[in-house]
């Protein structure tokens, strides 16, 4: 067994994040700036974008994304309910409805053929889950034909290609994380991609409490001290700090993404011959960014159940992590709009078999062996 415990997850930093955030104190400019203006070119021009506008959080994103929509009150918007808490939070803010839906076995994206439309529905929140496309075409069509507008939970999703596209550059908006965990991290953060002007003017001016454009710029010699506000925005905008790790954190985002997939196919041939372990599906046509490696027990051939497995390999020094407990089995959801867990017949399911393991660039040839190890070990002993 190994002697350290291998967390699920570590950020990779090298000097050139070190130095850029040293050069942004020494620049006297700590908030929002010229290298949050550099990050969002840098990042519409990688995924292909227009417009790239930076917030502090995915969570940001989704909202604004939202608002720039015209989301109002007594909409409804479709949400998979394999997802974290802030893909159907932020439709509450406009005291909209989110209507969950199931997930395909397979991928674990949302299962379009089980979504529920009414005339209500004005938008859709695909999440790209664990950094697999989903299936955008059928999402899109859908979209043409109902007028809803199509924003993406890419929190998973850096890079990551569907069509020949990459992910930012396919539905309406596209909403990024940065958060530490994620694909690219500065901490906190988060972007919107769009090729709307109008959208993204809209997106910004809100994330800077609804003044007029370019507000950032008063303190500068070019700036002024008028200002206008528009509307009763909010305080969303990036910091300069977090930016300049971003700008450093982009241009490794291929290689990250390389090292990642060489530790899920390290993973699919170590753990191919048992039976009772169900590696991802990846399905053609698509780059998988590979932000998780989510695999899924036979609970029918193991003596032990999914929570004693997680406990399992804590025991061998192995962090895990489970994606996700599905919305409609959380206190909110099923109270306030009484969701029951056969709802949601495949979300249910797999969440009761399904665990996360470690995926994250800097893992040695030794972090990935111990884990296929452990796994195995756990496995062997508590077959049935
Ligand atoms: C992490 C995550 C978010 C939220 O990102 P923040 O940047 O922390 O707001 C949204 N959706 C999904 C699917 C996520 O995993």
């Known amino acids: 067994m190994r002697a350290d415990f291998l967390p699920f ?11 850029a955030v040293l050069e942004t104190l020494d620049s006297g400019w700590l908030t929002t700036g010229p290298r949050v203006s550099a990050f969002e070119r840098a990042f519409a021009d990688y995924v292909g974008a227009r417009h790239a506008v930076a917030l502090n959080s995915c969570t940001a994103a989704l909202h604004l994304a939202l608002e720039a929509s015209g989301l109002a009150e007594g909409d409804e918007v479709l949400v998979p309910t394999m997802t974290f808490a802030a893909t159907a939070e932020v439709v509450h803010y406009f005291k909209a409805r989110p209507v969950l839906v199931d997930c395909r076995e397979d991928t674990l994206n949302l299962d379009l053929d089980r979504a529920v439309l009414t005339p209500k529905t004005r938008a859709i ?3 790209h889950f664990g950094g697999q496309p989903c299936e955008m075409d059928p999402i899109l069509s859908l979209a043409r034909t109902h007028g809803l507008t199509v924003i993406e939970d890419a929190a998973h999703a850096l890079p990551a290609e569907y069509g020949g596209k990459r992910v930012g550059a396919i539905g309406d908006m596209t909403c990024f994380s940065f958060y530490a965990t994620k694909t690219i991290t500065t901490g906190e953060g988060g972007m919107v991609t769009t090729d709307n002007g109008a959208w993204a003017d809209r997106i910004r001016m809100m994330s800077l ?3 007029s454009k370019d507000a950032w710029k008063r303190y500068t010699k070019e700036g002024s001290w008028r200002y206008e506000i528009i509307a009763p925005g909010y305080k969303y905008n990036l910091t300069d700090l977090a930016a300049a790790i971003g700008i450093e954190q982009l241009k490794k985002a291929d290689r990250f993404r390389e090292a990642r997939a060489r530790i899920a196919a390290a993973y699919d041939a170590g753990l191919a011959d048992l039976p009772q372990i169900q590696t991802p599906v990846t399905l053609p046509g698509r780059t998988h960014a590979w932000h998780l490696y989510v695999i899924q027990l036979a609970p ?3 003596t032990l159940n999914r929570d004693a497995f997680i406990e399992a390999l804590r025991a061998k020094n192995i962090g895990t992590s489970v994606h996700f407990i599905p919305l409609h089995l959380h206190p909110y959801y099923r109270d306030r709009y009484g969701y029951r867990p056969e709802d949601f017949p495949v ?18 040839e030794t972090d990935i062996q111990d884990v296929i190890d452990a796994v195995r070990q756990i496995v062997l002993k508590h077959r049935r």
Do not use: D
Request: aromatic share 8%; hydrophobic share 40%.
């Open 9 to 19: 997850h570590l950020p990779e930093f090298g000097p050139e994040e070190r130095r």
């Open 347 to 364: 979300a249910t399911a797999v969440f009761a078999r399904t665990l996360s393991l470690p995926i994250f660039p800097s893992m040695s």
């Open 300 to 302: 029918e051939q193991l």
């Open 209 to 211: 409490h609804g003044i």
């Open 125 to 127: 929140l695909p999440v």
